[in-house]
């Protein structure tokens, strides 16, 4: 596939200015102009006409806590590093455990449990989606007076045309449906579970039509490019939304070669891919940066960047020293990198340890945009934008990280608590204040060190079948005392905040797979097939 950049643009001019502006890397930047073109550069420099903020979201996928330069990674950040330095740090900052209920709260700025995508992730058979009652972050933006653009994974259902991001608020979509593909053909394997996983069909998708000219073009490459066309072309008259939902850094494994080259002291090979995809990534928010400034956005737009989930320690990412990884409950899987970079922020260059969790997105930024949350259904998300701009105490107390009652459990260890409050052998965690008490189980809960350190990989000494723990997460981050035994009231109390939230829960929903969904039956592509 070459350097990962595709097709050679004909129209180079837009190149030449970029360039000799001094706003951009040649070579990181060359390959994203395709969609570039030719434009009326007479309007480059005239500042934003709107008085509302452009608000440009960044979603890393899969992305580990130990990933990024500022939490002492061997992995090379600078672009992130510097709009993180510069803006706010977000440290205590939460995300869901996986992809789907992480950007299903984003959207909705609701828990996952008062919509029935509790348990696990929209698989790509499954006619299942976001339900449509549920009004989503782009619909309300409308409602302001925004353009809407997602570029990138969407992952909130298809299997209708009206679960499509195109009907849920945003004015356009380019990007795929499904929650991964390959890196450079846009293809997907699937197939029905229990069975040879013999389909495949291509997800890359132009508004509602497949996009059939990027084989071979890198899919963060590809994304860039698409957001600093919108970038470009964008109506300085109107607040723009952009969110840019990379596929990186999830599996496969994939990046071109000359970034897998910088990295050839990185003995892990997949760590050291892992690590390849994550500089293109921030070379790609570091372009985008710089169009927004190069198009006079910049200076009034609000740049959030956050992962959706913990990182995959099987597969390069790593969370050290956080316990567990993607899919777990532990700090691990929750906890979250995350910054906001903004020339309206009153208070910049800091760290900040407010609890902020990914559902508050939907009323801080339909709140910076001067809209109402009215007409919503009641949302668990709070408006934490005084937190994150003045450093003000964050006006959220505690954060529901899940309960799935469909989530498997182990044998039980017996504990001293009975299950008339709550049952304690359900998955479940709730945070609140300090305190952290997580049920169930709640996956793998070892520490793993990066590949690069000579620390061994610490397994837990728990009991089997434990399934009750209380942690002080202010003072043990890592999750190594469990102090249920030594505050029971605590306990007790927490048991009763996941018992209420239980009561307003709505049934898990995840239907059985559609033999349907077959992308053979679709001219070779991902597609609704209802």
Same mark, same amino acid.
């Given at each position: ?77 600078? @672009?992130?590093?510097? +709009? ?47 339900? +449509? ?58 197939? +029905? ?278 942690? @002080? ?44 969904? @077959? ?12």
């Amino acid at each position: 596939p070459g350097d990962g950049g595709g097709q050679k643009s004909t129209t180079m001019a837009a190149s030449s200015n970029l360039i000799s502006a001094g706003l951009f890397r040649p070579r990181c930047f060359l390959p994203f102009l395709l969609l570039v073109g030719a434009f009326n550069y007479g309007e480059t420099f005239a500042q934003s006409t709107s008085s509302k903020p452009n608000i440009v979201f960044i979603l890393a996928d899969d992305y580990g806590w130990n990933d990024i330069g500022y939490h002492g990674s061997v992995i090379q950040t600078p @672009n992130l590093d510097r +709009l993180a330095a510069e803006g706010v740090k977000l440290e205590n900052y939460y995300i869901q455990p996986i992809c789907t209920p992480s950007r299903s709260q984003l959207m909705t700025g609701r828990y996952q449990i008062h919509f029935g995508l509790q348990h696990s992730i929209i698989w790509r058979p499954q006619p299942n989606g976001l339900p +449509l009652d549920e009004v989503t972050l782009p619909q309300k933006l409308k409602e302001s007076g925004y353009s809407t653009h997602i570029v990138g994974k969407w992952h909130l259902g298809f299997y209708k045309e009206e679960y499509t991001p195109i009907h849920r608020g945003f004015d356009t979509f380019y990007g795929f449906l499904t929650g991964g593909e390959d890196y450079w053909t846009h293809r997907q394997a699937g197939g +029905l579970p229990g069975l040879p996983q013999t389909w495949s069909g291509l997800d890359l998708r132009d508004q509602e039509k497949p996009v059939l000219d990027q084989n071979g073009t890198y899919s963060t490459h590809l994304f860039s490019r698409k957001a600093i066309d919108i970038i470009a072309q964008h109506d300085r008259e109107k607040p723009m939304f952009l969110y840019l939902s990379f596929q990186a850094v999830h599996t496969p494994l994939e990046a071109p070669q000359e970034y897998i080259s910088k990295y050839s002291h990185i003995k892990d090979t997949s760590r050291r891919t892992y690590a390849a995809m994550t500089t293109v990534m921030d070379e790609a928010v570091g372009n985008v940066t710089h169009a927004l400034k190069h198009y006079r956005l910049w200076d009034n737009t609000v740049l959030i960047f956050s992962t959706d989930n913990g990182g995959r320690v099987d597969q390069g990412g790593n969370n050290w020293p956080l316990r567990g990884w993607k899919g777990t409950l532990w700090e691990g899987g929750v906890r979250g990198v995350g910054f906001v970079n903004s020339p309206l922020i009153k208070a910049k260059g800091r760290t900040s340890d407010a609890l902020i969790h990914i559902s508050d997105w939907f009323p801080t930024l339909v709140g910076l945009a001067g809209g109402s949350t009215n007409g919503t259904k009641p949302l668990d998300g709070h408006d934490v934008w005084a937190a994150i701009s003045e450093g003000k105490p964050s006006p959220r107390k505690e954060i529901l990280h899940n309960i799935d009652p469909l989530h498997p459990t182990r044998m039980i260890h017996p504990h001293p608590w009975s299950n008339e409050t709550f049952n304690t052998s359900m998955h479940a965690a709730v945070r609140s204040g300090d305190w952290k008490l997580l049920t169930g189980y709640p996956g793998n809960g070892s520490w793993i060190p990066p590949p690069s350190s000579d620390r061994p990989c610490e397994e837990s000494d728990d009991p089997p079948g434990k399934h009750l723990w209380l942690f @002080n997460i202010r003072d043990d981050p890592e999750e190594r005392t469990d102090l249920s035994e030594k505050y029971p009231q605590v306990v007790q109390e927490l048991m009763e905040k996941l018992a209420a939230y239980d009561k307003t829960a709505v049934s898990p929903f995840y239907p059985p797979p559609d033999p349907r969904a @077959n992308p053979a039956l679709h001219g070779d592509v991902w597609s609704p097939w209802e």
